[in-house]
Each structure stands twice: as C-alpha cells, then as structure tokens.
C-alpha cells in the first residue's frame, strides 16, 4: 500500500479481554517495528521485525504481549489479559532494511482499557 | 507538505564536529520528541520536550514553541553517534504522534 496502516485506529477494551492490533507495512519494506507512547510519557520500543523474524524483543513489557508477522509483510500484536495501564497509542513503522533508511510511520492505534 | 519537516536527510561528519539537526513543525503541540536508532536495533527515546532546552551528555536539544522548530546537537561528535534521528511531534489534539523522516548520520573516524 501507499503507507503503513495500522486498525483499528481506536479500541475501548474492557480490563481483562485480549486485543489485537494490526500493522499492514509499505509493500517490500523487511523491517517492522511496534513501539507505543504512553500519555505523557516518552517512546517505549517494542519489538523488531526483520522479515519474520523478530531479532529484538527487548522492549516487550510482559510475557502478556506477544507479536508475530507473516509473509514478510502483515505483523500482528496482541496483549493478553489487558490492563489498565496498557492503555497507550500503538505505533508501527516500517523501513526498507534495519539500517533505519526511509522509515514510514502509521498513524498509531490509540488503545483504552477500562 | 508534511507537518513535521527534518534536515538534513542526510548527514557525513568527520569525528569530532559538532552536529546539528533541524526539525520544524506546523502543528499546536503538546511535545516534541527525538529519537535514535542504530541500524538493526530499536528506537530510543533521546528527549521529550515542551519548551526550552535539554542536555544528556553529549546531546543537547533546544525548542522554540513560537517559531515551531527544534535542534538536536551532538557535540565533539563519536563514531558510535552514528544513527537516524527522528523528530515526532504529540499535537495540541491528542497524543498520537506525527514522525519526521528521520535524519540518517555517519560520523567517520
């Protein structure tokens, strides 16, 4: 596609329930990457993709996210029992390679959880 | 035109310059945030700023809200230094984000 697009845009999730995010990254891009922005709070990094595999997942806070990626291209991140405080805006990006050359962000997934 | 603007693309310094990396924007915003990431790794966060200046060691940068522009500056610039560096902005609105390109730096020994 055009760019990286991630849905939903918006999720209302109930403490407790599993979520799933999505990210569709540029058409040939290998590398992917999740992060997310807490309210008021800095970047925290995620997980990295390169093709299918995932060589950094350093930053995933508990063993209640997880995430994967298919086809080189559609990655998919879930959190498991959800808390309040994961409530966050969901970032991917995506770039050619790992050497960072012209990342493309999507739009986020703004994440509450009552 | 993009909202958030970063120069330059790309950046050669010799060890030791000092570096300088613009970002402008042209939205009301609540934050600016710089980042980094060394190629293959993950993104870092460096700053978050609403006004005035910040310093990390060798990183220093500086907001001007009325002028919708921020700086990033490396002094006495290192080998290790080199990254892509990316400015995104939270606006006025809510927090999502809005990213700069990023700013690709090699610094050679």
């Known amino acids: 596609g055009a760019g990286v697009s991630q849905s939903p845009s918006n999720k209302v999730t109930e403490k407790g329930k599993d979520v799933e995010l999505r990210c569709d990254p540029i058409s040939g891009h290998t590398a992917l990457y999740w992060y997310r922005q807490r309210l008021g709070q800095g970047l925290e990094f995620l997980i990295y993709?390169?093709?299918?595999?995932?060589?950094?997942k350093s930053g995933l806070p508990s063993d209640r996210f997880s995430a994967e990626r298919t086809g080189e291209s559609v990655s998919t991140l879930t959190i498991q029992r959800t808390q309040q405080e994961d409530s966050a805006v969901y970032l991917c990006a995506s770039s050619l390679g790992g050497t960072g050359q012209g990342y493309t962000f999507g739009s986020g997934t703004r994440l509450t959880v009552v | 035109k993009n909202e958030v603007e970063q120069s330059p693309q790309n950046l050669t310094a010799q060890e030791g310059e000092f570096i300088t990396i613009n970002c402008s924007y042209s939205v009301g915003i609540s934050a600016l945030h710089w980042l980094q990431q060394h190629p293959g790794g993950g993104i870092v966060s460096l700053f978050m700023?609403?006004?005035?200046?910040k310093k990390h060691g060798r990183l220093i940068a500086t907001i001007n809200i009325q002028e919708k522009h921020s700086s990033l500056h490396i002094t006495a610039s290192h080998p290790r230094d080199s990254a892509v560096y990316i400015c995104a902005v939270s606006p006025d609105s809510n927090y999502q984000l809005i990213w700069g390109a990023g700013t690709k730096l090699i610094i050679k020994p």
């Open positions: 700023l609403s006004s005035g200046k």
């Open positions: 993709f390169q093709g299918n595999s995932a060589p950094d």
